[in-house]
């Protein structure tokens, strides 16, 4: 009963191992493009709220938190979108 505990834990760790590498992926990829966006023209409330969401995506990235930096960099590209 133990061993088969242990490999269905086991074989759920390794199947959502690919899922955090598209995330931590999407993260950084993501970071590097919303601060690109950053460089051009928006009204300064979307840039204020881009620089706020693009700061915690950044703090996740520290703590590997991988799924909520893509959420955070998904509300600064929403906040930049507004015109």
Known sequence: MRSMTAS???ALLLAASPALADNK???MQGIRSVKAQMKQKHPQAARDEAA???AKAE???VEND???CV???N???SALKKK
Request: a negative charge.
């Open 66 to 68: 991988w799924g909520e």
């Open 52 to 54: 706020k969401a693009l």
């Open 75 to 77: 509300r600064a590209r």
């Open 25 to 27: 992926s999407d993260c």
């Open 59 to 61: 703090e996740e990235v």
């Open 71 to 73: 959420d955070f960099v």
């Open 8 to 10: 269905l834990i086991a």
